[in-house]
């Protein structure tokens, strides 16, 4: 059968090859790459426990239908969960979703058209960037700094869009604790994003998947909080703070837009089954989420060692003009070769020497990010991370054959 | 803010109203229209056990990302499944979705591009239609009657969309235990509808959500088993044989279209986590299937009781000109109502005499569905559905005033 004539457009095109998730790593190598949260830290006995006692009290609602936005005990929780970070929603912002990325995907299809302006800050997830090349959106890229977003940048690429009547549907930020690049957007940027946003009738993407993991430093509010005008969306999820099996997330939306969300939610809504056991794992599964604060607290410091131990063991071992980012939480830092390096190079050396990395360029949509390469600190424990750096730093510094 | 010039053309445009799972019955009014599987026979205390056995072997695979198409024990699950069916396959078919609904709509983002053909049968599942919608998809119907899709007309359809140049992406039909028609496809017909697919280019997409769920009669093969040349794509789902609210089916796909469906699947993974639930419940989540058969039977066991229960009561109190057809299996039967009747309009009188029900206008895309309606029988105890039928067949009988 030929199929080539039935494909959607946008199906057919060539889509470049991206790092997947559960790629095999090859025996004897330390995957610095995995953005996975730590297994160890799963909570095991409390989600049996959860998993019993609200089956035995409410299982005929998590085994049945419900409705496409979310069971309301789960909304109950997001409401309270919102309202200790300073955010006040109502059930008639949220649709839960499966994991944040569903959120990205349903939010892109509202918004892109194929050929319709996207920006992105570069370099940004790989995953937000398959979404958006599979709606065929005309990519635009703002570079980051230390400080998040160059919101100077930006506001000339607005300009420069909306001028050529190219007004882009929406910027995507993560503003807290960048995956890939594990810098934060200072609290000035935030301001400025969000004037950007209502000057320019263009909305934004805020995804926030890890800002609930802050090691040190002090929290900025979010771009939603910021906004009073109905310009953002806020992509949340539980997987790191959770279990990304359960894959569970949400989007905080503005209210006027959320019917028209649902409308593409042609799931019969996330699973009941993993809203009501992560319900019942928070707390009393009627809106409180003390454990589920209790077990955050446990997850920071388990994530601080572990990035302390990477940090560590880059400032011992890092050739002198290899350079680092200094994350104040999240999983990820993001490194950068000496001028001339090319990660994509290096990554056989490494794999060879026995340690694994992503290179930069799969988080660029049209940028050259060949100096750059992401390293996870989340997935393995504080002496692999040691072993993992020594050994690619060790690749860094000896000259190629 | 104003979102108009922000929204996708699809998304800007006005779909119409559907009928929503969850939208809430008065008190007192029987609803024949819950397409739900029955609250009471979810095997609640097979899946505490199931869940707790699981998470303690298996906690940190099912609460950690898994691979996209879905994990592999859960895929020997299918495979060792489909095999009893007499469908052979292997991983390089399968994608794990979000119940069936994902795997229509991944498909149809594969396929369809704004304004493409598409075919469905009149009735149809409303869900298919919406994601149809949704994607702007040209959609045109074919009649079905007692055996189903007429083949016939479709065959003529086909060949006056070929010969304007619009080639439909594909033809959706549910072949066994129509939703809403509670019909099936005779063998016939179903070899007849894949030699249309090979003789005009087209693809099947055969969502076979019920056919685990026969009463009496003699299975016909599927559409998939039918096919040799790789025409059809399955949708499948454990909803009905096991609990909806753990959002789970697959699509059965043909091998060299998988890796493009992946691609579109950017939800990271249906949930690990309920995947190992349900391979747990099935069997020792090594493939076996012993418990889930077991299961499925004992549901059998309910939905016949309840099936006759309708039938009936309908031969009890139906007027002499209403018509019904006798499904041998899932969950709906399809009400005709005399010459000139109108089942919207019915609906506020039946609601007020204590039963409701879906009008059959909602189940065509373009066609009148005015005289049919479509009643559940697999939500609701066997006498509240006799007093329901009893109830509807009393205002049917009586004049309006």
């Known amino acids: 059968m030929d199929y080539r004539p039935l494909l959607a457009r946008r199906a057919a095109a060539e889509v470049p090859a991206l790092f997947r998730a559960g790629a095999a790593t090859p025996p004897g190598v330390i995957p ?32 049945q239908y419900g409705p496409i936005a979310g069971p309301a005990p789960f909304l109950d929780l997001l409401v309270a969960k919102l309202r200790q970070e300073g955010i006040r929603v109502t059930h008639d912002h ?75 549907k929406f910027v995507y930020t993560i503003p807290t604790f960048q995956n890939p690049a594990g810098v934060s957007l200072s609290l000035e940027r935030r301001r400025a994003l969000v004037d950007l946003a209502h000057r320019f009738g263009t909305l934004l993407i805020e995804d926030d998947a890890y800002s609930e993991l802050r090691y040190d430093g002090t929290a900025s509010p979010s771009l939603f909080s910021l906004d009073g005008g109905g310009a953002v969306f806020q992509v949340r999820t539980f997987s790191k703070i959770l279990a990304a099996g359960l894959r569970l997330g949400y989007v905080v939306a503005p209210p006027a837009l959320l019917p028209r969300l649902l409308q593409l939610k042609v799931d019969v809504g996330t699973s009941p089954f993993a809203t009501h056991v992560a319900a019942a794992f928070a707390g009393d599964g009627g809106g409180t989420l003390d454990r589920l604060q209790g077990h955050i607290e446990t997850l920071k410091g388990v994530y601080r060692v572990r990035r302390d131990a990477m940090l560590a063991a880059l400032a011992e071992h890092a050739p002198p003009d290899v350079d680092w980012t200094v994350p104040q939480g999240g999983f990820f830092t993001w490194l950068t070769l000496p001028p001339g390096g090319d990660a994509a190079a290096l990554l056989p050396r490494a794999t060879a020497a026995g340690v694994s990395f992503i290179p930069g360029a799969s988080y660029f949509a049209r940028g050259d990010g060949r100096r750059h390469l992401r390293l996870a600190f989340s997935f393995l424990p504080p002496s692999d991370l040691a072993e993992g750096v020594r050994r690619l730093c060790r690749v860094i510094g000896s000259p190629e054959r």
Request: charged share 20%; hydrophobic share 45%; no cysteine.
């Open 32 to 63: 610095l790459t995995y953005g996975f949260p730590d297994p160890g830290s799963f909570p095991i006995q409390g989600l049996i426990e959860a998993a019993g006692r609200m089956l035995r009290a409410s299982g005929r609602e998590a085994l």
């Open 94 to 168: 949220l649709v839960v979703t499966a994991g944040g990325s569903q959120g990205i995907d349903l939010i892109t299809h509202l918004l892109v058209d194929p050929g319709d302006a996207v920006v992105v800050e570069a370099p940004t997830f790989i995953g937000a960037l398959q979404t958006f090349r599979n709606a065929e959106a005309d990519v635009h890229e703002v570079p980051l700094d230390g400080n998040g977003l160059d919101t100077d940048v930006l506001a000339s690429l607005l300009q420069r869009l909306v001028d050529s009547g190219r007004r882009p």
